[in-house]
């Protein structure tokens, strides 16, 4: 015969500064009770987890529950420190924005995602062993140059998601140009902010500020100045390095080749 049942508030700490929040109901042969610590859960911060049973409310009859089945959902997440996973960062905040699965064979079996205000956060999923952030990663500030292999070349910055891995020095290779070259980006700085601005995967703003006009681009149209112009008009760069692209122009604005990008090179000279 089922005993009385219960409904019950938790608390999972994984150990690591994140915990997460939530209720239950299920049968009092559960053994709940408040104050209540179940301790031994390993997870992925390689820490070992523990439940706080922070609250018990006995209904005094059987609503249905019996042995270790239950119903337990998550009603937040706080996110206090990194999981190790190489995903996110941590944002020190709690979230409310979760979707709660499982929970139908008592503490253990729930999981769910994790979601901060702007559901941008790619490292939501959770359950008590995988952890989330919800943070949308540390952005950055990079700045470049990207060299035709002509001699051409030309620089510029741009604001992206840290996950775009760019760091300083590291050179992209690979971007074959109307010179006959493979062309190739060099990374000259990076800043982290150390927080999240905006930015999440792929998407970026990238700018071009300088183009050097240093070697003739064979498409017959122009020739080298082998000088530095600053009069760039720049578009695109949503889409990390390779989507940028603009116009340059001498101190005459006469010259007829100004179209660049990372195909097509500009020449200075009229």
Known sequence: MAGNDIYFSYTYYYG???SYTGYGYGDSSLGYYSGQY?????NETYNYGSYSIDYVYDYGYDTGYSGSNTNIYVSSYYDGGGDYDGVGTPSYSTTYNVSSYGGYYGLGSEYGSAYNSSY???????????????????DIYFSYTYYYGNGDSYTGYGYGDSSLGYYSGQYLTGYYNETYNYGSYSIDYVYDYGYDTGYSGSNTNIYVSSYYDGGGDYDGVGTPSYSTTYNVSSYGGYYGLGSEYGS????????????FSNYYSADLVF
Do not use: E, I, Q, R
């Open 248 to 259: 340059a122009y001498n101190s005459s604005y006469n010259n007829s080749d100004a179209l």
């Open 120 to 138: 941008n956060n790619s490292d939501a999923l959770f359950s008590n062993y995988y952890s989330a952030d919800t943070s949308g990663g540390n």
């Open 16 to 18: 690591n500064g994140d």
């Open 38 to 42: 179940l301790t031994g859960y390993y």
